[in-house]
């Protein structure tokens, strides 16, 4: 019954027949398993400039329909995180079911529909206006779920060393938080990890004053660290964190005072603070206690925000007209490729289905959310280019 209700439903809807496609595809972070050739087939049917952009075994596409401001993008990934314990899903990962009226894949949220949903829109949207004004664009990468450093940024350093910039982006990641359209996202905190390895003088338990506990000396440091007010956040985003993810040191012996200790911790920070101010504010307080220590940082996004203008006026109104929803701006949760994005586009928001089950066994996203994610992306393109 659930195969029939499927083939129902793709038989219906072009967005879920796109989507049903994509999912089949295992395109486990870094491979793209084929996303690419589907989507650029459709997209060249349209008009589309294709460029593939490859780096380090990781796809890239960068697709745009005229040469005419403004350029309205449509960015999202294909790869998809690793299924977790097969036996835990009630269904093949890799093989879309519908039951209880969800669709059933590992990126079924996260975010192959979304992905599918801005295709169907353009396609719908080109259909109705061939001449349009403006220009459309899409960004795709098999690099989002993974280290990042071979997707999006790449496509980005490219189109700025041409002098070719965006005016407005929607990422299809999913933002949707208790109903479906009820949450944009119109920026996100910056990440900022450290390593922090603390020297101190490896000895024998029994004989503390010949050793320097590290740990011990470590210690009123990272409560003071812990209880660091880094800023106030700001009316878009809460005052910046601070996280110990990981401590390790000694010998796994009981008898020995370690060495050295290696703290891992991450900074999610707002527009309110920057990462070399937040690195001098680390630096300061350890000098503060005296300590032998060395940092490793790694800046894996800055923070971007997109304060209410255009393109969240528009986009919350295709909403509103589309679901009956008022949406809320929200800047939660963690990094996507907005942060990249944003280095040539003054304009970036996220919008996409609910987010309640992704990276979870058995993800999934609501049947009936497809067309009206696809409604969304359509009508925002009438608004914005028609």
Known sequence: M????????????????LAVDLLQRKSLTPDDAGCHDLI???????????????????????????????LVCFAGHTDVVPTGP???????????????????????ADMKTSDAAFIVAIERFVASHARHRGSIAVLLTS????????????????????GE????????????????????????????????????????????????????LAAPAI??????MWDEGSAYFPPTTWQISNIRGGTGATNVIPGTVEILFNFRYSTA?????????????????????????????????TPRGALCQVLSDA?????????????????SDGRFIADICPQVVEFGPLNNSIHKLNEHVELDDIERLTAVYQKTLEKLLG
């Not at 796809?59 to 745009?64: S, T």
């Not at 036996?87 to 990126?107: E, H, I, N, Q, V």
């Not at 280290?147 to 700025?160: I, M, N, Q, S, Y």
């Open 273 to 305: 603070s920057t990462a070399d101010g937040l690195k001098d504010a680390v630096n300061e307080i350890l000098d503060s206690h005296g300590l032998d220590y060395e940092i490793e940082w790694t800046l894996s996004g800055k923070p971007f925000l």
């Open 86 to 108: 097969l036996d835990k899903w009630d269904s093949d990962p890799f093989t879309p079911t519908l039951r209880d009226g969800k669709l059933y894949a590992r990126g079924a």
């Open 2 to 17: 659930s195969s029939e209700l499927l083939a129902q439903a793709v038989a219906s809807s072009a967005t879920v027949a």
């Open 143 to 162: 690099d989002e779920e993974g280290p990042a450093t071979d997707g999006t940024v790449k496509v980005v350093e490219a189109l700025r060393a041409r």
């Open 165 to 216: 910039f965006l005016d407005y982006c929607i990422v299809g990641e999913p933002t949707s938080a208790a109903e479906f359209g009820d949450t944009i996202k119109n920026g996100r905190r910056g990440s900022l990890s450290g390593r922090l390895t603390v020297k101190g003088v490896q000895g024998h338990i029994a004989y503390p004053h010949l050793a320097k506990n590290p740990i011990h």
């Open 40 to 70: 650029e087939a459709r997209l060249d049917a349209l008009g589309f400039h294709i460029e593939r952009h490859r780096h380090n075994g990781v796809d890239n596409l960068w697709a745009r329909r005229g040469h005419l401001p403004p």
């Open 223 to 228: 409560a003071e660290l812990a209880d660091t």
């Open 319 to 335: 909403i509103r007209e589309i679901t009956g929803v008022t949406p809320e701006l929200s800047t939660t949760g963690g990094t």
